[in-house]
């Protein structure tokens, strides 16, 4: 009789492991609160309207700087004389059209936060809890997967659980007997996540997801641009009343990068961000950082240098020296992908193909020349 109630409670407590073991873990309760402001002395709104800003104007005077005092002239694309012989915009006339269009963009933004819903935090934990649950129930799917190239996860599980007890409940199919919590609302044991799986998912809740979110945001920032900037060289009206103005800047320049026409500034710049953002379902705060990297990578691109410790410049093909093709009369038809990558280019067949070297010293002798002409003539008075 004694043997007999032994052995029934010994199954029943091997049963209850199993059933631990076999079961998902619970999901934590959480409650939400409003996120806290990113900086102490300035709310979350506003920074998302000027900070944005800060970087174009940031990024600009860096180059600025370099351009005034020619600090790095080998890697100049251009020469000075042709910045003041081809353009046919004055700097005041670039800067009061960038303001104009950052005004723009500074109350669009403003329309954007508006509509955007209050972002929270305290949910953090429970969104890992979910994807580690989702890891582990996909390792259901590893001894029939093994199965199939001739592997029995089963055996495999077995040899190595006293050596590596955590891969073997991967093998067994997220099999864990040995990881379990006390509830400690309920007062029972409970299943536990392994520490890979949390690990595992605060990687694809903080890294992955917002990774993608970004990727998805370039990509429709990217499509967008490529189309309407397009459109605007081939349809005669458009490219006359709004894109000529941009490319008044031959050799482009830092701060020159937002100098548009205002239609023209809203529908591809800010209108093109703004549906990027939505279409990516970004956080406020995710959008805020995407909007300030697209800012600063614009400007980059209109830098007018080709620097080799610029990592703007080497994350992609899409560079300066790509862009400032696109700004020469005989590339003018080409490189029209911006501001990220050259994806479209590529596939439309609109990349420019072949050396430029000659074409670039080509100007860069018609501007010397002209610049000797205008001595002569001035010495000559």
Not at 77 to 95: C, K
Not at 124 to 152: F, K, M, S
Not at 234 to 258: D, F, I, Q
Request: hydrophobic residues 45%; negative net charge.
């Amino acid at each position: 009789m004694g043997f007999t109630d032994i052995t029934t409670g010994q199954t029943m407590a091997m049963m209850a492991n199993t059933t631990i073991a076999s079961a998902l873990p619970p999901l934590p309760a959480y409650e939400t609160r409003p996120l806290p402001d990113l900086l102490p002395w300035i709310s979350d709104f506003w920074l998302s309207l000027i900070l944005p800003h800060i970087a174009y104007w940031v990024v600009s005077m860096f180059f600025h700087i370099i351009d005034t005092y020619d600090l790095f002239p080998q890697y100049r694309l251009h020469t000075p004389e042709e910045i003041s012989q081809r353009n046919l915009a004055s700097r005041y006339e670039v800067a009061r059209d960038v303001l104009l269009e950052q005004a723009i963009q500074i109350g669009t933004s403003a329309v954007l936060n508006l509509l955007d819903d209050q972002q929270v935090t305290g949910h953090e934990n429970y969104e890992v809890a979910v994807w580690a649950t989702r890891i582990r129930l996909a390792q259901r799917g590893l001894p029939t997967i093994l199965g199939l190239v001739g592997l029995n996860a089963g055996a495999l599980s077995k040899t190595i659980a006293g050596s590596y007890p955590l891969l073997a409940g991967a093998l067994a199919g997220g099999f864990y007997p040995s990881l379990f919590e006390l509830d400690n609302m309920a007062g029972t044991a409970v299943p536990a996540f392994a520490s890979w799986e949390i690990l595992l998912a605060r990687f694809i809740y903080w890294i992955v997801l917002p990774g993608l979110k970004f990727c998805l945001a370039a990509f429709v920032l990217d499509s967008w641009q490529y189309l309407w900037h397009r459109a605007m060289h081939m349809n005669k009206w458009m490219y006359t009343k709004w894109h000529a103005r941009h490319h008044r800047l031959y050799v482009p320049y830092a701060y020159g990068a937002l100098y548009n026409h205002p239609v023209e500034g809203f529908v591809l710049d800010t209108l093109g961000a703004a549906i990027a953002y939505k279409c990516a379902f970004m956080t406020s705060r995710e959008g805020m950082f995407f909007f300030v990297g697209s800012m600063m990578k614009t400007v980059d691109d209109h830098c007018g240098y080709a620097l080799p410790w610029d990592p703007l410049q080497h994350i992609t093909s899409n560079n300066a020296a790509y862009h400032d093709i696109h700004h020469q009369s005989w590339g003018i038809k080409t490189n029209f992908s911006q501001p990220f990558f050259t994806t479209w280019d590529r596939i439309l067949g609109t990349m420019w193909k072949g050396d430029t070297s000659i074409k670039y010293e080509r100007t860069r002798t018609a501007a010397a020349n002209k610049k000797g002409v205008k001595g002569e003539e001035l010495k000559d008075e």
